[in-house]
């Protein structure tokens, strides 16, 4: 490593970005030996890793439009990632009710060519198209753990009884819910613990090349690096240009995903997979525990700078898309919370913002002596082996260790697939006061490291003040020492969802203790 002419410190690779990306290539980095600085210039995962649908799947309806590689690549990668997480992700089953009216988005590939070769279809998405996708759902991956496809009689399946009675089959089929936020904490923590500095609120302000390294200005403070990953997700085209003072030939495309949450609207544990006559699609799926969660929608968006939020079109496309299936209609009345995220897709020149494609692009640039690689578009479900390909990119440029993650757990996650029943009923056993559902959530959340955060306890009493929905004054410590919780906002609505449960007034009281506990700390 060159030394340096003054007392900055010096950094093998720093990454820009408190993301899924970011984080994914922090660990990965760290893993492999090199000295790396992850910087965030707000919360980790505070925009779009905290905005999904918290699936990782392989992308049904990406088939339609030939994206056949990339439905490849993650459908391999939803089984690597379960085994390294199965605290914050798990199997979910998903209902596809078939009706003669679905069709296909106009943009697709495959409606093209089917209008071309049967004009009188009319762009229906005909019943043995729709088995040849899940037929192909089922065997592109490999999958070993997962189950495969069957149909289902909705007159008799109880998956039929929330459905209105003309829908008479469905297709079930495998894909996994993940805890989007706590995936980005949990990469972030590991890739600390292998070295790696994580900061968060600090903006990286300016990054010029001097001599072979990177002078990296975070305010008044600065350090080197000797290569720099732009991972800054819908900023990362204002990073090339304002940061990195660069020009670029990649684009951005921001697109605006919107999604609404009801009270719970059936009571089984599966999803529906919902197609509408427009050619798009959507998904109800339970939501943490009382909720059911309905998305997404694909919309333009301007200006990463402008916050997303669900507009009143949006949430009223999504309330009347669903009440097309459900028995009972879905009304605005019935939502009780939005959210918005802003997808940094790779403009590819795809016409609409459904057709823009999911995978990502890997920009590495070493024309001004230091190299710097911009990371454009992605998606949740194949952010290991985006890092993967990102440290490949970079391998020429920094001494470094092998491929290491596949199959490595994530803090926490150090127990079978299936071992979160076992997991909850010995929590509760060694925590009597434990209630079945606040064992589940914290297992759900912290898998094996619930017992750090539990320690000696042994009444609810010990674990401090109760802020409601069991929360208590030592699981916000916790967040707080470990998993870098500074605002309520944090704790509430990215290192898990107790926002859903908690009333103003304990809102306000646990920003009064978070304040004083970071007072005393400081």
């Not at 820009?16 to 030996?33: E, L, P, Q, V």
């Not at 802003?342 to 001004?368: E, F, I, K, N, Q």
Request: charged content about 25%.
């Amino acid at each position: 490593m060159t030394p340096s002419s003054d007392s900055d410190p010096i950094y093998d690779l720093v990454v820009i970005g408190g993301g899924i990306n970011g984080c994914g290539i922090a660990r990965d980095a760290a893993g492999r030996g090199l000295k790396v600085l992850l910087v965030e210039k707000g919360d980790l995962a505070g925009a779009t890793s905290s905005a999904s649908t918290k699936l990782f799947h392989g992308g049904l309806r990406y088939l339609e439009y030939f994206e056949i590689g990339l439905v490849r690549k993650a459908l391999i990668e939803r089984e690597v990632l379960l085994r390294a997480m199965p605290h914050i992700s798990w199997p979910m089953r998903f209902v596809l009710p078939y009706h003669k009216d679905m069709r296909f988005d106009s943009e697709t590939p495959t409606s093209r060519l089917l209008s071309t070769i049967m004009p009188w279809m009319k762009g229906r998405r005909p019943r043995w198209l729709i088995r040849l996708g899940l037929f192909l759902y089922d065997h592109l991956g490999g999958r070993k753990i997962l189950p495969a496809t069957r149909k289902l009689d909705l007159d008799h399946a109880p998956e039929g009884g929330p459905l209105q009675e003309h829908f008479k089959t469905a297709y079930e089929y495998s894909d996994c819910w993940v805890q989007d936020a706590r995936l980005v904490v949990l990469n972030a923590r590991d890739a600390e613990g292998r070295g790696a500095r994580v900061l968060t609120r600090t903006a990286v302000t300016e990054a010029r090349v001097e001599g072979d390294h990177w002078r990296v200005s975070m305010g008044e403070d600065s350090v080197r690096a000797r290569a720099l990953v732009n991972a800054a997700g819908p900023w990362a085209a204002e990073v090339v240009r304002d940061v990195l003072h660069k020009n670029t030939g990649a684009s951005i495309r921001l697109v605006r995903g919107s999604h609404i949450v009801t009270r719970k609207l059936y009571e089984h544990d599966k999803a529906y997979f919902f197609q509408g006559t427009d050619g798009r699609i959507i998904f109800a799926i339970p939501y943490e525990q009382d909720f059911t969660l309905i998305g997404t929608t694909d919309a333009e968006h301007s200006d990463p700078d402008t916050p997303p939020r669900c507009s009143e079109e949006e949430r009223d496309y999504l309330c009347a898309f669903a009440s097309g299936y459900f028995k009972r209609a879905v009304r605005p009345e019935d939502v009780v919370w939005t959210y918005s995220g802003v997808r940094p897709l790779y403009d590819d020149g795809a016409r609409s913002a459904t057709a823009a494609t999911r995978d990502y692009v890997l920009d590495l640039d070493t024309s001004a002596g230091a190299p710097v690689l911009n990371v454009f578009g992605g998606k949740i479900t194949t952010y290991r082996k985006l890092a993967e390909s990102a440290l490949h990119k970079l391998a020429a440029h920094l001494p470094m260790q092998g491929d290491w993650t596949a199959g490595v757990a994530l803090p926490g996650g150090d127990f079978p697939v299936d071992g979160v029943p076992d997991l909850i009923a010995d929590l509760r056993a060694d925590y009597p006061f434990l209630t079945q559902r606040w064992a589940r959530r914290l297992v759900q959340a912290y898998g094996t490291e619930a017992r750090a955060i539990l320690g000696e306890a042994a009444s609810a009493d010990d674990l401090g003040a109760d802020f409601g929905a069991t929360l208590t004054a030592r699981e916000v410590d916790w967040l707080i020492a470990h998993e870098y919780a500074r605002t309520p906002e944090d704790v509430l609505w990215r290192r898990g969802k107790l926002g859903l449960h908690l009333d103003a007034g304990q809102v306000a009281w646990l920003s009064e203790y978070m304040a004083r506990a970071q007072s005393r700390a400081a």
